[in-house]
Structure formats: C-alpha cells, structure tokens
C-alpha cells in the first residue's frame, strides 16, 4: 500500500490521514477565529471541530520520539520553530501595532513581541522533554515527577499550556496500546 493512501485496510486511518485531518481542523478553527463570532453556530461547530488538532499533533510528536534517530537532533528542531513562530503567534493574537516602530529617527522593536505567551509549538516541544524525562532509566521517580511540573509549569505561557504537555506524555507511556492510547 503507498504511504499517501487514505485509508489503511489493515489498521484504519494512515499517518497521512490523520495529518490531513489535523490541518483541515486547524484551519476551519483558524478561519472561524478570523470570520465568524464564537457563539454563532459555525463559530462553535469550527471552533469543535479545531479541537481535533490537539490530540493528534501531540500523539505524532510522541510517536516521533520512538522513531526518530536523533532525538537531541529532534527537539532542537522542535525548539528552533518554536522560537520562529512566537513572533508570527504573537502579532496575529495580540499585537496592535507593527514589530517595529520608528520613533524619533530610529527603528525600534516593538516590546509586545516579547510577549510571555508564546505558540503550542513550546507546548509540545515541552510535552517531548517530559516523555524523554519519563523514558529515562538513569532518574528516580521523584526527580520524574518533580521535572514533569515543571515542564507543565513552563507550558503555562504557551497555547495548550500543560494539556500538550501531558497528552505526549500520555501517549508516549502508552505506546503502542491504542486503546490505552484513546482513553488518554
């Protein structure tokens, strides 16, 4: 079977469909956010429907964790696009003027693109480093847990917050248990 079919006969839906779910969710959710008011009825059955993005963002990024050869490689990638897209997540949800500001003959950065909130690439890219803390043999459990809040503790600032934090670690402990997978 080719990797761009659809539908798996075997298992179900491939990686392929899955990741064309999650963009057609995120982007009704997006244009509901842009056109529409939340409690029209597009607005809520979007917004919904963009809830699907979550789970499966967050159950490929623990997937990739077992199957990626480097995993420093990894989250150094994770951790340069979280970098990148803060300041588009930024102007595009709260920003009410331009990155730069030209005030008395200078270029300025404008400060609200320092902004604490940051986008769910961070959220995930912290939901890595907690499955990567929890696969560690070398640490006793109270220092797991410990680095795991403080994990969730870092996600606060960022869309998903903790929730992305630990649906990739959910997904990551119960790996390869579907059902497991599913109640999680």
């Known amino acids: ?22 963009i ?7 244009i509901a956010w842009v056109f529409s008011d939340t409690v029209t009825l597009f607005g809520w059955t979007s917004h919904f429907i963009g809830r699907l993005t979550a789970p499966i963002m967050c159950f490929f990024i623990a997937e990739g964790y077992y199957h990626t050869k480097n995993l420093s490689k990894y989250m150094l990638r994770l951790a340069i696009f979280a970098v990148i897209s803060h300041f588009p997540y930024v102007m595009m949800s709260s920003l009410t003027e331009p990155p730069l500001i030209f005030e008395s003959g200078s270029v300025v950065l404008n400060t609200e693109m320092l902004s604490p909130t940051t986008s769910v690439i961070f959220s995930l890219l912290m939901g890595l480093c907690a499955l990567s803390v929890w696969k560690n043999k070398k640490l006793k459990m109270p220092i797991k847990i410990i680095a795991i809040i403080i994990l969730c503790g870092a996600a606060l600032f960022a869309d998903w917050q903790f929730w992305a934090v630990l649906m990739v670690l959910a997904f990551g402990i119960f790996h390869g248990d579907k059902k497991k997978q599913f109640i999680a």
Not at 10 to 20: D, E, I, P, Q, V
Not at 24 to 30: G, P, S, T, W
Request: glycine share 4%; aromatic share 4%; no cysteine.
């Open 1 to 22: 079977m080719s990797n761009t079919a659809i539908i798996n006969n075997n298992r179900g839906l491939t990686a392929t469909a899955l990741k064309y779910i999650a």
């Open 24 to 30: 057609a969710a995120m982007l009704l959710d997006h």
